[in-house]
C-alpha cells in the first residue's frame, strides 16, 4: 500500500486536556502527522480538528479508530475522498529593500496575498490558500531571503450542504 | 445537606456498589481517609506498596467482574501506582484509581509531592480525571465507573486536589450519563454476521482463537455451543484460558512462543481462524508475516480500533461477543470435520503438551500439574511473570472463566502476591494459588504484611530456580549461555513468611510435593510452599521470537520442528 496525504477531520470536546490526549496519541502509536489544526467549531462546547496525516489506508483507519476512541473525541472523519475545501494561513516576513520591494509586491499581487506589515528592511505577506499555493509563494520569495514563516496547518471542511 | 468532596466520594463509590479499596494514605489523600470511618460498607485493605493496590484491584476486578478501586497519595503514591494501572490497560481490566493531588492553589507550582499524574497517565488509561471542582466529583465517579467497566473495560483514572476533598457542595448522584464522545457497539452488524457466518459454514481446517474478551463478555455457554455447533477446534491467548473447558476435545490448549505444538500447527495449518476478543499480541502471533498463511480471518472485537491493527481481518464484527455468538448461533450450520480433526489428533500425539519428562530432579511442571490434581481443577491461579508464569499457564488444565489471572500483556514481575491478594478477596469462597517466580515474588514481596493484616488465605508456591529464569533461558538458547545478571542470591523465604507469621515449608524433592500441596491446602489461612526446582529448567516449546509459529523447538528435538512449511 502507497503512503498518502489524509485529511482527517474530528469533533473534539472543548475541555482542558484534550490536545494532550490526542498528541500523545499520535506520538505513542508513531503516527506520522503533518499538520494539526484546532478551533471553535459551530457547536457549542466542541472544536473542530484538522489533522494531515500521512500512511497507507490501513494506517490512517487506525489513526481515526484509535482517535475515535479517545474519550473526549466525538466524531472523525477521513474527508481524503471527498470533496472538500482545504485552506491554509501563512505569515511569511521577506528581507525587501528598495530595490526589491516592488518585484515582491508584484508576486504577492499575482497569489492575491496581502501585506500586512512592512517595516524598513522587511515586508509581511499573508496568504491563503491550499498548501500548494501556499508553498508556491514561498518558493518564489525564498529567491528575496525569507526571514520567518509561520503556517497554520491545513484546515478543511467537505463541500455540499450536508455535513 | 451539604458534604465534603470526601464525603461524596465514599457516597459515590458506594452507589456504583464498591465494597472493597486497596490504598495507602499521604497528605493529599488525608481527608478521604479521615472520612472513612463513616462509611462501613467501604472496606480499605492497607497495602505496603501503591503498586499492590493497583494489582490487587486489577486481580479483584477481573475475577469479579467489577472495577477494582484503588488510592493512593499524590506524587510518589500516585507514580507507584503506575505499573499497576499500565497492567490493568493492557489487559482490559476494569479499575477506578483515586489519587490525591495536591491543593488547588499550588497546582503548576512543584509543590511538596506535586506530580502531574493525569500527564503521566494519559496513555495507559482508558480516560482520567483531574477534578477541579467540588461540584464535578459525583458526576465525575460516575462516569468513571461507566467507562472502566463498559466496552472494552479499562483503568480510569481520578485525581482530586486536597482542597476538592473538603470543599462542601449538595450531594446528588446523577443518573445520566453525558458522553457525547463515548459509544459502544454492542450488537454486531447483521451483514457482517451473515458473511462471517458463510465462511464459518464453508471452512475446512477452522480454528478459534479464543481471547479473554469472551471472559469479559461472560459469553462461556455462547462460545461452548458455537465451538461445538461447527466443530470448531479451540486455541487459546495466555489471557483467553478457561474461556472454553481445557479438557474439552475441541481446545488445543495455547498458542504462541510457548503454546502447544497442537496449537500452533493448527493455527498455521487453518483456511479459516475466528479470532474472539483478542488482539493478535506478538506473543501470540509470532512473526505476523507468516502467520496463518492459508487463513481467511474473522475477528469479533467490541474495539473497532483492534480490528486490522496487526494482521489483515476479512470479515471483521465489532460488537459485545456475548451478542456477537448469540446472533453466529443462530446462522451457523452444524458441522463436522472429521479430517481435520484426526489431523489435529496426529499433532496432539505429535506434540503431547502434558508430557513431563522422566527425572529425579524437581520439576515445575510436575508441581504445576500436581497443584491441578491436588485441587481437581477447582482453583483460581495467578501468576508472576517469566518461567512460571508459562508452566502454570501449560500444565494446570484451566477448564473455567477465571481461573488463571495473570498480567499477559505488560508482564509486570511481581504481579502474583498482590493480584492473588485481589483475587481471593473477590472469591472467599475459592482456593486461589499464587504461583510466584523467586524473582517476582521479591518485587512485592512486602504484600505478606497485608496478607497477615488482612487474613488473606492465599496459597503461594514459589518456583524458585534461583535464577530470572525466562530471561536465563533466553541467554541460554539465544545468547549463547551467557547468564549475565540472571543468577540470583535469594533468603530463605521460609523463614520470611515466619517473620510475617505465615506457615511455609521448603520442599526439594518429587515425593514431598503432594504432601507439601495438601498440606498447605488443610490450611486455613495463607500458607508458603518454596519449591526449590531445577534450576536451569526450561519452558518449550519455544517460537524465537520474530519466527514463524510453525517453527517451534522442543526439548527432546532441539532442532527447529514445524514440517507443514
Ligand atoms: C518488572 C519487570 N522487570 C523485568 C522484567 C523482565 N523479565 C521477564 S521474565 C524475568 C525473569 C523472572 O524471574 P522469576 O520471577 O524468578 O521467574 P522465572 O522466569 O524464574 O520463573 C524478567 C527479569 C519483567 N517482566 N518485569
Ligand atoms: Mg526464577
Redesign the pocket.
Known amino acids: 500500500m502507497t503512503n498518502t496525504k489524509h485529511t482527517l477531520i474530528a469533533l473534539v470536546e472543548d475541555k482542558p486536556g484534550v490536545l494532550n490526549r490526542i498528541a500523545s496519541l499520535f506520538r505513542r502509536r508513531a503516527f506520522n502527522i503533518q499538520s494539526l489544526a484546532v478551533g471553535s467549531s459551530e457547536h457549542p462546547g466542541l472544536s473542530r480538528m484538522t489533522t494531515v496525516v500521512v500512511g497507507d489506508s490501513a494506517q490512517v483507519e487506525q489513526v481515526r479508530k484509535q482517535l475515535e476512541k479517545l474519550i473526549n473525541v466525538v466524531k472523525v472523519s477521513d474527508i481524503t475522498e471527498e470533496n472538500m475545501v482545504t485552506r491554509e494561513l501563512a505569515l511569511i516576513k521577506v528581507k525587501a529593500s528598495a530595490s526589491t520591494r516592488s518585484e515582491i509586491m508584484q508576486i504577492v499581487d499575482i497569489f492575491r496575498a496581502n501585506i500586512v506589515d512592512v517595516a524598513p528592511g522587511s515586508l509581511t505577506v499573508e496568504v491563503t490558500g491550499d498548501e500548494d499555493k501556499v508553498n508556491s509563494l514561498l518558493g518564489l520569495l525564498r529567491d528575496f531571503d525569507v526571514k520567518e514563516v509561520s503556517r497554520t496547518g491545513r484546515i478543511a471542511l467537505t463541500r455540499g450542504s450536508g455535513s | 445537606m451539604k458534604k465534603t468532596g470526601a464525603q461524596i466520594l465514599c457516597e459515590s463509590l458506594i452507589k456504583e456498589g464498591v465494597e472493597v479499596i486497596y490504598g495507602i494514605i499521604g497528605g493529599a489523600v488525608l481527608p478521604i481517609y479521615d472520612t472513612l470511618p463513616q462509611y462501613p460498607q467501604l472496606r480499605h485493605i492497607l497495602v505496603r506498596h501503591e503498586q499492590g493496590a493497583a494489582h490487587a484491584a486489577d486481580g479483584y476486578a477481573r475475577v469479579t467482574h467489577k472495577a477494582g478501586v484503588c488510592i493512593a497519595t499524590s506524587g510518589p503514591g500516585a507514580t507507584n501506582l503506575v505499573t499497576g494501572i499500565a497492567c490493568a490497560y493492557m489487559d482490559s481490566a476494569p479499575m477506578v484509581a483515586i489519587t490525591g493531588q495536591v491543593a488547588r492553589p499550588f497546582i503548576g507550582k512543584d509543590a511538596f509531592q506535586e506530580i502531574d499524574i493525569t500527564g503521566i497517565t494519559i496513555p495507559i488509561v482508558k480516560h482520567n480525571y483531574l477534578v477541579t471542582d467540588v461540584a464535578e466529583l459525583a458526576k465525575t465517579v460516575k462516569e468513571a465507573f461507566h467507562i472502566a467497566q463498559t466496552g472494552r473495560p479499562g483503568p480510569v483514572l481520578i485525581d482530586i486536589p486536597r482542597d476538592v476533598q473538603q470543599e462542601q457542595t449538595d450531594f446528588v448522584y446523577p443518573d445520566k450519563i453525558d458522553l457525547p464522545g463515548y459509544k459502544i457497539v454492542s450488537r454486531g452488524h447483521p451483514a457482517q454476521i451473515k458473511k462471517a457466518a458463510k465462511l464459518i459454514n464453508e471452512a475446512e481446517q477452522p480454528v478459534i482463537i479464543a481471547g479473554r474478551g469472551i471472559i469479559i463478555s461472560q459469553a462461556y455457554d455462547e462460545f461452548k455451543e458455537f465451538a461445538e455447533k461447527a466443530q470448531l477446534p479451540v486455541a487459546h491467548t495466555l489471557l483467553g484460558l478457561g474461556s472454553f473447558p481445557g479438557n474439552h476435545i475441541l481446545d488445543l490448549g495455547m498458542l504462541g512462543m510457548h503454546g502447544t505444538g497442537c496449537a500452533n500447527m493448527a493455527v498455521q495449518n487453518a483456511d479459516l481462524l475466528i479470532a474472539i476478543g483478542m488482539r493478535f499480541d506478538d506473543r501470540a502471533t509470532g512473526n505476523t508475516g507468516e502467520f496463518a498463511p492459508n487463513a481467511r480471518v474473522i475477528h469479533i472485537d467490541i474495539d473497532p480500533a483492534e480490528i486490522g491493527k496487526n494482521i489483515p481481518t476479512e470479515i471483521p464484527v465489532v460488537g459485545d461477543i456475548k451478542s456477537v455468538l448469540t446472533a453466529l448461533n443462530e446462522v451457523i450450520e452444524r458441522r463436522e470435520h472429521v479430517d481435520w480433526l484426526s489431523q489435529i489428533e496426529q499433532w496432539r500425539y505429535e506434540y503431547p503438551s502434558l508430557e513431563i519428562r522422566q527425572s529425579d530432579e524437581l520439576l515445575p511442571q510436575y508441581i504445576v500439574h500436581r497443584i491441578y490434581e491436588a485441587t481437581q481443577g477447582d482453583a483460581l491461579v495467578v501468576t508472576?511473570?517469566?518461567?512460571?508464569q508459562m508452566w502454570a499457564a501449560r500444565y494446570f488444565v484451566y477448564t473455567k472463566p477465571n481461573s488463571i489471572i495473570s498480567g499477559g500483556g505488560l508482564?509486570?514481575?511481581?504481579f502474583e502476591l498482590p493480584a492473588a491478594m485481589g483475587v481471593k478477596i473477590g472469591c472467599p469462597e475459592k482456593m486461589v494459588w499464587c504461583v510466584a517466580?523467586?524473582?517476582?515474588?521479591q518485587?512485592t514481596i512486602q504484600e505478606l504484611a497485608t496478607i497477615t493484616q488482612e487474613n488473606i488465605a492465599v496459597k503461594i508456591a514459589i518456583?524458585n530456580?534461583g535464577?530470572?529464569?525466562?530471561?536465563r533461558q533466553w541467554q541460554e538458547l539465544f545468547y549463547g549461555r551467557r547468564y549475565v545478571d540472571t543468577k540470583l542470591w535469594n533468603p530463605d523465604f521460609v523463614k520470611i513468611a515466619e517473620a510475617y507469621d505465615i506457615p511455609g515449608i521448603k520442599v526439594k524433592r518429587r515425593e514431598e510435593v503432594i504432601p507439601a500441596i495438601q498440606k498447605a491446602m488443610d490450611y486455613p489461612g495463607a500458607f508458603l510452599i518454596d519449591f526449590l526446582i531445577e534450576p536451569e529448567e526450561n519452558i518449550y516449546p519455544i517460537v524465537p521470537p520474530g519466527e514463524s509459529l510453525a517453527r517451534f523447538f522442543e526439548p527432546s528435538k532441539p532442532e527447529v520442528l514445524g514440517g507443514q512449511f
Open positions: 508472576g511473570v517469566g518461567q512460571n508482564g509486570p514481575m511481581g517466580g523467586d524473582g517476582g515474588f518485587m518456583m530456580n535464577y530470572l529464569g525466562m530471561v
